[in-house]
């Protein structure tokens, strides 16, 4: 360090700034200290400053070497460094408008830009001015970034308390967060600043990552300093006991009474705050160790806290509290961190100008064949102009062409597994051939049959590896091999993808996918590269699990990691990656014996086969790893076999197992595992570990499902913050990919800002008044009757217990029993619904007892059957179940709908919402403004869904497919069609019947048929939504053509809306007026430019309020239009129909008619449910599924559907 007085510019001469800087800055000896001073600037000038210091003692008449005004005057030097002490309060002054005399002309003509030290404290405070500093020109810009600890503040403009030390933290800004180490060049910068305030005495540490740092600081800010400023009180309130010595005198302290209570109730809602803190921290990508931030960080700081705050001579008042004392401004961005500042942000320039409605203009002009999926009309104009986020990154596409091969893999290509497809590029990248032919670093892959290079790559191209797993040497003899052939497929022109983007007619059927499918490869390289840590499961999607960071337990076996999705995606004039965070379940290593008994014993009926299918294990006993084929129904103590060695004794696998390893078993009467391949192989469970980074492929149980939710849902911000901090580098997409950069790729570092409009709240009206409908679109439903109140009379109350002591109801003779029917009676009629006088039937059911061997609890069923067949049938009955047995539930459903043609209900949330519309009542409707587009002419409004068999089920179990239709003129009742179709079928096979049933229930009810069918079909991706056009349509219309007549043919006109819900598009409010509470977007909130379909009609909408995590706005796709819509009219209509969802008092996330669709598919789930949970007729041998066999069992459960006339034409699956 050179020993040459350096010019220091001090800005912001407040108590930091005045000790920190100016004090020790002088005191060094090596620095020449300028000070800008504007509100006390007279009074140091004359007088000096007064330091009354616990440190450096009583100094009166300081001064620096120079004082001025403004930095303006001050900025007729060169300058070494210039210290920022000034408050950071970006929503008033950013910090570049701040400095601008020394970020603008003549500073900037005349001297080198500084180095900037930053002594702020808050998060991001950086970034302005890094930007700013960049744009001159000037080369990298150097900003030092600082943590300061320090008890000090001014007592008056010119007097200074300062304690007993000061602690500072020092390390470089950096553009790029993935850096953690400092080059030579930084690290010389920090050492000669953090030389120059050691020798003035202050406490220096140099750090890589100074980012980490001030986010542990900003712990204390958040938590204590807002503790502070919101009540009033110091922080020594908290912890400081009184004095034990009479003659000791201070304030304020706490009584040991008080102190119960705040140690009961305040100190954990402080933690709270930090633990959301650093979860906040983890989405950033800080682990959890102490180079990051341990998860002890929140006990570590109150308990550094209390020790200091309790001591007596304890005077500090945090700095937020003396500025609110003030009425000064408070750091409030700076801690709360939101990713996006409230400030102004600018919408992409490609979305400000006038291409997209020239795009618009000339698509209008073309002729659309009949089967072409329609063309955008227009952009929507209602409601108020709003400027989001949206979770897509701008993609830099590459000059030259893309190189398409295919690689075939031989032999037995076909029959090999995921993990040995991907194991054998692994081994060909290691060989020399890889490197000489010319494929490293120039290529991108799928681990499979697809291969995309930056360049040509010479023909023909084979390579051979010699095949061994991971865990394996090298064989020395007699080794199997492979060969990858390499065959040139074609060129892929980004010149023709531009075009695409720019919106040009003559591409609107240029086949994208291709280029698309390439590029997803090449910005998947980086996570998807055989020695990456990220592990892929299913399309597009990597999970990683950070060093020393523990993944959430879900009990029974299973962890939940959090990943991350990516995929490319057009839009207009920018072709963009779409990056989201996503969970999911993978198996925790260890013994799989353990697992599977905690799996099964986590829920009644959960089957362990399913657990362990595919699991890859190690055995203890030999070493070798292998995959679980199926869970055998033999034991080790069973099952018996000859074995050769032994002269073909007949002996157990327990025999086996103690003579041969001399293992005693634990669990000899543990079903056996297959880890065979075309010949079984049996093992003992607990003599297999199960291998780490295994995602689970399987159905979760319901306590799994409900915690992964609580996992899973997680703040906007913080989801946000995930995916620009640890997403962004775990993918690859700062810089880090090498195949990105061989192919002149990039991806942009901030998420797009795209225009959004905020549509209106429909009026939602009842028979005697109209709802005030919240800023969160809900109601309640206090003093209002149902529009249409239904009849409640010959009804029943079914009560279903165990017999257990802690069943909630004992039995029919239980007081709480005539307590719920009387109080629910009561509330129906208090609703506008006319209850007969008698009172209900009541039908005691006692269960049988669990038993293991009826998983589906087909005695249980019985039990129910026989008490509602005894005596006569009600017209609807409320069921009270005692506990939550998902079995049970199922089955009421069945028996209900399919055998007794009975209305049910289970519990009470809404529930007299339920039971009005069961029975054909009408519970609210819309104003006059929101349905006038549906009055104009008679109107039918359709939901279709199909639902498909899960993981767990019966191979061959079918889909459910379900067509519900409004039938009334208010737009309430949707009675539904519901049958079942080929397994993972996914368009409707039967939807012409289905459709002439909801035509002619509309023509008896209506007299008249439907002019306009508008369709909103639920569950299509886009890959199939020319297949709805060409498979369903005609369906549609057939089912038309069976209403005309001699003389007059129906012709209705037909507009079909596909509804997505399974995207990954987020929004975020740029400004806080524009979100919820949770920093969601607010209910209404449409989007219909910069991320959306460049040549068709689509719009995203979220209509409805999160509850809680992330909302995801449903994505709207016109496939079929002869209604003609103009956007403002769909996207308001779309919006509208989200309100009248009959059983809930809230707009809800998917428009209701394909809502009701959903729910009437889940509702045939329950027929389904013994082949849903993967449990076959009895005496049906497992393993030996065979479809037509499965779906005749399916017929036989589905009983013909609801065929009963009190059902049939009724919401009965709500």
Known sequence: MSAQLKDVLLVGFGAVGAVSDSLILKRSNLARVTIVARSNY????????????????????????????????????????????????????????????????????????????????????????????????????????????????????????????????????????????????????????GGILTAGGSEVTIVPE??????????????????????????????????????????????????????????????????????????????????????????????????????????????????????????????SYSIFRPGPVTIDARLRDTSQDAVVASLNSLSIASNDLPVRPG?????????????????????????????????????????????????????????????????????????????????????????????????????????????????????????????????????????????????????????????????????????????????????????????????????????????????????LADAMTNFRNASFGARPAAFVKGVRVQTVHLGYRRTVKTLSNKTARTHRFKVQEYEDREMSVEEYFKRKYNRTLKYPDMPLVDVGGAKQNFLPAELCEILPNQAFKGKLLDDQTAQMIRVAAKPPNVNANMIVGQGIRELGFTGDSVAVKAFGASVGNEMAVVPGRILGRPDVQYANSTASVDERASWNMRNVKFTKGAKLDNWAVMLIFDGNPRDEFQGPQDPGVEQIWRGFASMCKASGMTVGPAPPRIIPVRLPKKDYNDPTRNAAMGAISDALKAGNKPSIALVVLSNGDKHVYSGIKKLCDT??????????????????????????????????????????????????????????????????????????????????????????????????????LFLSRNKVLPERILIYRDGVSEGQFKIVIEEELPKIREAVRKFDQATKKYTPVITIVVCGKRHHTRFYPTEAGDGDQNGNPKPGTVVDRGVTAIYHFDFFLQAHGGLQGTTRPTHYYVVHDEIGFQPDPLQKLTNAVSYMFARATKAVSLASPAYYADLACERGRCYLHKLLQGVRAEGTKAGTENPEDVFREAEALWNNGVSGPALRDTMFYL
């Open 899 to 1000: 055998v007794l043609d009975l209305r049910q209900l289970q519990y009470f949330a809404n529930v007299a919402l339920k039971f009005n519309m069961k029975l054909g009542g009408v519970n609210h409707q819309l104003d006059k403004e929101s349905m006038a587009w549906l009055k104009q002419r008679p109107t039918m409004i359709v939901g279709i869904d199909v639902t498909h068999p899960g993981p767990g089920s019966v191979r061959g179990t079918p889909s459910i497919a379900a067509v519900v239709a409004s039938c009334d003129p208010f737009y309430a009742q949707f009675p539904c069609s519901m049958e079942i179709q080929e397994s993972k079928k996914e368009m409707v096979t039967n939807l012409d019947r289905m459709m002439f049933q909801r035509l002619n």
């Open 210 to 335: 100074i980012q980490r740092q001030k986010f542990a600081k900003n712990f204390w800010n958040v938590a204590f300093s807002s503790y502070a400023t919101l009540t009033g009180h110091t922080v020594p309130a908290l912890f400081r006991p009184p004095p034990k010595d009479p003659s000791v005198s201070y304030r304020p302290y706490v009584s040991p009474i008080t102190a119960e209570s705040i140690e009961t109730y305040t100190v954990p809602s402080i933690k709270a705050v930090m633990t959301e803190l650093l979860t906040l921290g983890r989405a950033l990508g800080y682990p959890d160790n102490e180079n990051g931030l341990p998860s002890a960080l929140p006990d570590l700081v109150i308990e550094g806290t209390r020790k200091t705050h309790a001591q007596p001579n304890n005077s500090h008042k945090p700095s937020m509290m003396l500025d609110a004392e003030r009425g000064q401004p408070l750091e409030v961005e700076v801690f």
């Open 42 to 193: 007279d009074l140091v000038d004359r007088e000096g400053l007064h330091f009354v210091s616990g440190k450096y003692g009583d100094i009166r008449g300081w001064k620096p070497d120079r004082i001025c005004k403004s930095i303006s005057e001050a900025a007729d030097r060169p300058y070494s460094y210039v210290l920022v002490a000034t408050k950071a309060v970006p929503e008033l002054t950013r910090t570049p408008k701040l400095l601008e005399p020394l970020l603008s002309a003549p500073y900037t003509e005349n001297y080198e830009q500084p180095t900037y030290v930053l002594l702020q404290n808050g998060l991001n405070v950086e970034v302005d001015l890094y930007k700013a500093a960049k744009a001159l020109g000037q080369g990298t810009p150097k900003i030092v970034s600082a943590a300061v600890w320090i008890f000090t503040n001014l007592s008056a403009p010119n007097v200074v308390k300062h304690g007993d030390f000061e602690r500072v933290t020092l390390g470089i800004y950096r553009e790029d967060r993935t850096a953690i180490q400092n080059t030579p060049l930084e690290q010389s910068i920090l050492e000669d600043i």
């Open 379 to 591: 952009f929507g104009t209602a409601g108020r102009a709003i400027k989001l986020r949206a979770n897509f990154f701008p993609v830099q596409v590459p000059k030259g062409p893309l190189h398409e091969y295919d690689v075939a893999i031989t032999p037995k290509a076909k029959e090999l597994a995921k993990r040995i497809k991907r194991r054998i590029f692994q081994l060909a990248e290691a060989t020399p051939e890889w490197t000489n032919k010319g494929l490293k670093g120039i290529v991108a892959h799928d681990h499979s049959a697809k291969l995309i290079a930056a360049k040509l790559l010479p023909q023909p191209l084979t390579i051979e590896v010699l095949y061994y797993d991971e865990n394996e040497e090298p064989p020395k003899k007699g080794g199997k091999y492979y060969t990858l052939e390499i065959n040139y497929v074609q060129p892929l022109d980004t010149g023709n993808l531009l075009n695409y983007l720019a919106g040009q007619s003559q591409y609107r059927d240029y086949d994208i996918m291709p280029i698309v499918s390439a590029l997803n490869l090449v910005l998947g390289a980086h996570p998807n590269r055989s020695d990456g840590p990220g592990v892929m499961v299913g399309r597009n999607r990597w999970f990683f699990k950070a060093p020393g960071e523990q993944p959430t337990d879900l009990g029974a076996g299973l962890e939940a990691w959090k990943g991350f999705y990516s995929s490319v995606r057009p839009s207009h004039n920018q072709l963009m990656v779409n990056v989201n965070v996503c969970t999911t379940a993978f198996y925790i290593p260890g013994n």
